[in-house]
């Protein structure tokens, strides 16, 4: 068998699946004997129905209730999703702004305000296209999926690596409120809370949920001697749901209004945090410190509508109807370089380290708009066939400024001024059937066309555009009530995109994947634990790249010929007794561009580039390039591993219990290049909960995040020096959560 076939790659990881089960057999065989310790079904809504999570073929991993709260503690962002979920990254170089997502490997590094990213976040049925709209804060959630793998029929546009689906607790008949407050180290304040009100009963509900989030800021400026300037942020967001649902009725309607307001710093990028040959932070690393000649402030706003209408029209088809309408502005500006100064002016005027000159770059989004109208009916009478079709329409028009500044200029003037705007129209119709063979036997396809065209202007008008038919196909096989295998495969689709910073216009053409994917999803031991894997493997074609950084502060698109991914996920829960709660999972992603030959700029900073080096002749004379073939997806450690684990002791009133989480992510490496010192290698982070949870509904606990302190690169910039960006400290707090 050629060992580059699908079949070989998916048995590869089939292997490494099937090592890890015994231990999975070990654990379950713990478990006790009550209906007490059984473990709730999970409803999960990844073919646009409610199904349940064993049901579905795909690969899927959710986050709700307690999990979710925890990960979230001490003022988090989304990013907090990293690692915290098998064959999921999430990195941002704009901070609490702009989070950018890879799932098994696919992802993209531009930090351009109008990049094109391959994973879709999809908030109550609204795909969130521009990396501004993503980072919407997480409260009041039903749940979080992360569907991993293309998903192309029922969602459409920009999804060859995945979704990830977050679903917002909806309005009810009943009245519920809850508070949930929080103080922690930096004098960090977090409150969330929601009521649910119903206005007449069944008929109209009304939701409200808030957020309120913030710092102070705890890092030095050592350069103005200015003490605890940055790190600060305050966030605040609201949600506010009307349900209409006369009572018997077959219409509903939910219209969902949504804003946020996020002020604070721009990522802190640290001057020489790396030393030169090795990966990591450096050995003149100082959390609390800074050196720097520029500003450095993040504002962004952004708000939104939703619309959704259900109506039956007769026993067996139900309509839905979606409309979406976000808009958004946003102004980023920060310290490049990362140090003052520049080395020009001699020795003792720049700083940390050798810093070759100065650069300090604005960012701003003056107007966003967002539009997407989605219908869709759904088909099912109870018997074998049911199947889905709709339209989907998305218009989005974004204005773009970007600024670089001389910040060693008194009053630090205007050197360039970017003016650009990006129009994006796209267009998907779509059809998937579900058909019972047996009553073993399921299988599924889909089918979805798409448009997608856009309009980018600088100082001349550019078009581009293409049409192109993504497709599933799958089968589900029940072997006992127990255990189902599945097998699916998919095509995505990522349109073509361009976009302009400082220099020429870049484009990139259209990005095609096709996923091959067999897993198997088991509840065992009367329902006391889930164990559900997949095995998977992918070729793009045209893959959509970006240099970043290198030689200058900009970034540049091409298309790889071949790139490719495989690997496997496992994900498990388990309730060995009545007071102990495990989950745990893992992944492995192996990436590799396959072509032969792909030229890369290396770093303009002073690193050790491993690439072979190639020779290129321009007509401004030879230039070096690196053969970056071979190389994996920036971005994409191999290993990714989660654990969490609950434990609760009964005593009067209520129980007191321990939380504790755990996350491994891989050996990193940050660029399209192999280098020495941009990557990071792999790192356990953890945290811990404890308290007193009252049978009067509230729960009072004391919290550690990152508790054993770990300081890691979870970026670079790499065009000036040996820069860097970090994780989040160490933080403890204590906190309060009733419910009414």
Same mark, same amino acid.
């Given at each position: 068998m050629p060992s580059n076939t699908p079949l070989r790659r998916l048995l590869a990881s089939a292997s490494l699946v099937a090592a890890c089960m015994p231990g999975v057999s070990a654990l379950a065989q713990t478990s006790g004997e009550t209906a007490d310790t059984r473990l709730a079904p999970v409803t999960v809504t990844a073919t646009r129905v409610e199904e349940n999570l064993q049901d579905v073929p795909v690969s899927i991993s959710t986050l709700s209730g307690e999990k979710l709260d925890t990960l979230k503690a001490s003022g988090a962002d989304v990013r907090f999703l990293s690692a915290r979920v098998p064959s999921v990254v999430a990195e941002s170089s704009f901070g609490r702004a702009f989070p950018r997502f890879y799932i098994r490997g696919i992802g993209n590094t531009d930090f351009d305000l109008n990049a094109s990213q391959p994973v879709s976040l999809v908030y109550d049925d609204v795909p969130y296209e521009s990396p501004i709209l993503k980072g919407f804060p997480v409260f009041d959630l039903e749940r979080i999926e992360v569907l991993r793998g293309p998903q192309g029929t029922l969602f459409g546009r920009n999804t060859p690596g995945?979704?990830?689906?977050?679903?917002?607790?909806?309005?009810?008949?009943?009245?519920?409120?809850?508070?949930?407050?929080?103080?922690?180290?930096?004098?960090?304040?977090?409150?969330?809370?929601?009521?649910?009100?119903?206005?007449?009963?069944?008929?109209?509900?009304?939701? @409200?949920?808030?957020?309120?989030?913030?710092? &102070?800021?705890?890092?030095?400026?050592? #350069?103005?001697?200015?003490? +605890? *300037?940055?790190?600060?942020?305050?966030?605040?967001?609201?949600?506010?749901?009307?349900?209409?649902?006369?009572?018997?009725?077959?219409?509903?309607?939910? @219209?969902?209004?949504?804003?946020?307001?996020? &002020?604070?710093?721009?990522?802190?990028? #640290?001057?020489?945090?790396? +030393? *030169?040959?090795?990966?990591?932070?450096?050995?003149?690393?100082?959390?609390e410190t800074v050196f720097y000649d520029a500003d450095n402030f993040l504002h962004q706003d952004t708000s939104g509508a939703t619309l959704r209408l259900d109506k039956s029209l007769t026993d067996t088809i139900k309509a839905t109807y979606v409309f979406g309408f976000e808009t958004a502005e946003i102004e980023s500006r920060g310290d490049i370089d990362g140090g003052f100064g520049a080395a020009f002016l001699g020795a003792g005027n720049f700083g940390p380290g050798f810093i070759p000159f100065a650069s300090e770059t604005s960012g701003a989004v003056d107007d966003l708009d967002q539009t997407t109208h989605e219908i869709r009916f759904v088909y099912d009478d109870g018997g074998r066939l049911r199947g889905q079709a709709g339209v989907f329409l998305f218009d989005e028009k974004v204005d773009i400024v970007s600024r670089s500044f001389n910040s060693l200029a008194p009053g630090r003037p205007q050197t360039t001024v970017a003016r650009r705007s990006l129009d994006t129209e796209s267009t998907g119709i779509f059809v998937s059937l579900g058909y019972d063979v047996t009553d073993r036997l399921e299988v599924a396809g889909g089918v979805r066309w798409s448009d997608d065209q856009k309009e980018f202007t600088t100082a001349t008008v550019r078009s581009i555009g293409d049409e192109q038919v993504s497709w599933d196909v799958s089968a589900t096989y029940a072997v006992s009530d127990a255990l189902k295998t599945y097998a699916r495969i998919a095509k995505g689709f990522r349109g073509p995109t361009i976009q302009q910073r400082f220099g020429q216009p870049s484009q990139a053409g259209s990005e095609l994947v096709l996923s091959y994917e067999a897993g198997l999803k088991s509840e065992l031991f009367d329902r006391r634990l889930r164990a559900n894997a997949s095995v998977y493997f992918y070729e793009i074609d045209g893959q959509q790249l970006t240099i970043v950084g290198g030689l200058t502060n900009d970034v540049s698109l091409f298309n790889a010929d071949t790139s490719e991914g495989y690997g496997f996920e496992a994900d498990l829960e388990a309730a060995p007794t009545e007071r102990l709660l495990l989950t745990a999972g893992l992944s492995y992603n192996k990436t590799e561009f396959k072509d032969a030959l792909i030229l890369a700029p290396g770093c303009g900073a002073r690193c050790t580039v491993l690439d072979p080096a190639v020779i290129v002749t321009t007509r401004a004379g030879p230039i070096t390039r690196f053969n970056i073939s071979g190389n994996s997806f920036p971005n994409a450690p191999e290993w990714i591993a989660n654990v969490t684990a609950r434990y609760a002791v009964p005593v009067t009133g209520g129980e007191v219990y321990g939380y504790t989480d755990w996350a491994f992510k891989g050996e990193t490496n940050f660029f399209l290049y192999d280098s020495a010192e941009f990557g990071q290698d792999g790192y356990w982070e953890g945290g811990l909960k404890a308290g007193y949870k009252s049978d009067h509904d509230y729960d009072v606990s004391v919290f550690v995040r990152n508790m054993t302190d770990e300081e890691v690169l979870e970026g670079a910039i790499d065009f000036n020096n040996l820069t860097g960006f970090v994780n989040e400290p160490r933080t403890f707090g204590v906190q309060l959560l009733w419910n009414f």
């Amino acid at each position: 068998m050629p060992s580059n076939t699908p079949l070989r790659r998916l048995l590869a990881s089939a292997s490494l699946v099937a090592a890890c089960m015994p231990g999975v057999s070990a654990l379950a065989q713990t478990s006790g004997e009550t209906a007490d310790t059984r473990l709730a079904p999970v409803t999960v809504t990844a073919t646009r129905v409610e199904e349940n999570l064993q049901d579905v073929p795909v690969s899927i991993s959710t986050l709700s209730g307690e999990k979710l709260d925890t990960l979230k503690a001490s003022g988090a962002d989304v990013r907090f999703l990293s690692a915290r979920v098998p064959s999921v990254v999430a990195e941002s170089s704009f901070g609490r702004a702009f989070p950018r997502f890879y799932i098994r490997g696919i992802g993209n590094t531009d930090f351009d305000l109008n990049a094109s990213q391959p994973v879709s976040l999809v908030y109550d049925d609204v795909p969130y296209e521009s990396p501004i709209l993503k980072g919407f804060p997480v409260f009041d959630l039903e749940r979080i999926e992360v569907l991993r793998g293309p998903q192309g029929t029922l969602f459409g546009r920009n999804t060859p690596g995945g979704i990830i689906k977050f679903d917002s607790r909806k309005p009810q008949d009943e009245f519920e409120a809850y508070v949930r407050a929080s103080y922690g180290t930096y004098n960090t304040r977090d409150f969330e809370g929601a009521v649910n009100l119903p206005l007449a009963e069944d008929i109209l509900s009304v939701r @409200l949920s808030g957020l309120y989030q913030e710092r &102070d800021p705890y890092v030095d400026n050592a #350069r103005t001697g200015e003490s +605890d *300037r940055y790190e600060g942020f305050k966030e605040v967001a609201g949600r506010a749901q009307i349900l209409f649902s006369p009572k018997g009725s077959d219409f509903e309607a939910l @219209l969902n209004l949504h804003a946020r307001s996020n &002020d604070g710093d721009a990522r802190l990028f #640290r001057a020489n945090i790396i +030393d *030169r040959g090795n990966r990591g932070i450096g050995s003149d690393f100082d959390r609390e410190t800074v050196f720097y000649d520029a500003d450095n402030f993040l504002h962004q706003d952004t708000s939104g509508a939703t619309l959704r209408l259900d109506k039956s029209l007769t026993d067996t088809i139900k309509a839905t109807y979606v409309f979406g309408f976000e808009t958004a502005e946003i102004e980023s500006r920060g310290d490049i370089d990362g140090g003052f100064g520049a080395a020009f002016l001699g020795a003792g005027n720049f700083g940390p380290g050798f810093i070759p000159f100065a650069s300090e770059t604005s960012g701003a989004v003056d107007d966003l708009d967002q539009t997407t109208h989605e219908i869709r009916f759904v088909y099912d009478d109870g018997g074998r066939l049911r199947g889905q079709a709709g339209v989907f329409l998305f218009d989005e028009k974004v204005d773009i400024v970007s600024r670089s500044f001389n910040s060693l200029a008194p009053g630090r003037p205007q050197t360039t001024v970017a003016r650009r705007s990006l129009d994006t129209e796209s267009t998907g119709i779509f059809v998937s059937l579900g058909y019972d063979v047996t009553d073993r036997l399921e299988v599924a396809g889909g089918v979805r066309w798409s448009d997608d065209q856009k309009e980018f202007t600088t100082a001349t008008v550019r078009s581009i555009g293409d049409e192109q038919v993504s497709w599933d196909v799958s089968a589900t096989y029940a072997v006992s009530d127990a255990l189902k295998t599945y097998a699916r495969i998919a095509k995505g689709f990522r349109g073509p995109t361009i976009q302009q910073r400082f220099g020429q216009p870049s484009q990139a053409g259209s990005e095609l994947v096709l996923s091959y994917e067999a897993g198997l999803k088991s509840e065992l031991f009367d329902r006391r634990l889930r164990a559900n894997a997949s095995v998977y493997f992918y070729e793009i074609d045209g893959q959509q790249l970006t240099i970043v950084g290198g030689l200058t502060n900009d970034v540049s698109l091409f298309n790889a010929d071949t790139s490719e991914g495989y690997g496997f996920e496992a994900d498990l829960e388990a309730a060995p007794t009545e007071r102990l709660l495990l989950t745990a999972g893992l992944s492995y992603n192996k990436t590799e561009f396959k072509d032969a030959l792909i030229l890369a700029p290396g770093c303009g900073a002073r690193c050790t580039v491993l690439d072979p080096a190639v020779i290129v002749t321009t007509r401004a004379g030879p230039i070096t390039r690196f053969n970056i073939s071979g190389n994996s997806f920036p971005n994409a450690p191999e290993w990714i591993a989660n654990v969490t684990a609950r434990y609760a002791v009964p005593v009067t009133g209520g129980e007191v219990y321990g939380y504790t989480d755990w996350a491994f992510k891989g050996e990193t490496n940050f660029f399209l290049y192999d280098s020495a010192e941009f990557g990071q290698d792999g790192y356990w982070e953890g945290g811990l909960k404890a308290g007193y949870k009252s049978d009067h509904d509230y729960d009072v606990s004391v919290f550690v995040r990152n508790m054993t302190d770990e300081e890691v690169l979870e970026g670079a910039i790499d065009f000036n020096n040996l820069t860097g960006f970090v994780n989040e400290p160490r933080t403890f707090g204590v906190q309060l959560l009733w419910n009414f």
